[in-house]
């Protein structure tokens, strides 16, 4: 049964946009901290941003602050990543995930950023 549901990935250029959306199916996550993921051919998942159950409290990695911001509207069941100003090196899977206790995580949306 798939939990999360990420969409909005694709192509872009250096500079452009892009934002990514994750829905999930139980309303009871609304009440739990989700975040944002990357992952990168041959690196490690890292974390690229998180956003408390009420939307209150976020934080971000460093490489990604200012560029990008994490929201959510649990009335709509949806976390959403404002990306702007993306670089090549923002190319990645992007993966959200639903935190502790469920650790649940999505199937993933490629990002690339190409001229």
């Known amino acids: 049964q798939v939990q999360l549901v990420e969409s909005g990935g694709g192509l872009v250029q250096p500079g452009g946009s892009l934002r990514l959306s994750c829905a999930y199916s139980r309303n009871i996550f609304r009440f739990y901290n989700m975040g944002w993921y990357r992952q990168a051919p041959g690196n490690q998942r890292d974390m690229v941003a998180t956003?408390?159950?009420?939307?209150?409290?976020?934080h971000y990695a460093d490489s990604v602050k200012g560029r990008f911001t994490i929201s959510r509207d649990n009335a709509k069941n949806t976390v959403y990543l404002q990306m702007n100003s993306l670089k090549p090196e923002d190319t990645a899977v992007y993966y959200c995930k639903v935190h502790e206790p469920y650790n649940y995580w999505g199937q993933g949306t490629q990002v690339t950023v190409s001229s």
């Open positions: 956003i408390s159950s009420g939307g209150g409290v976020t």
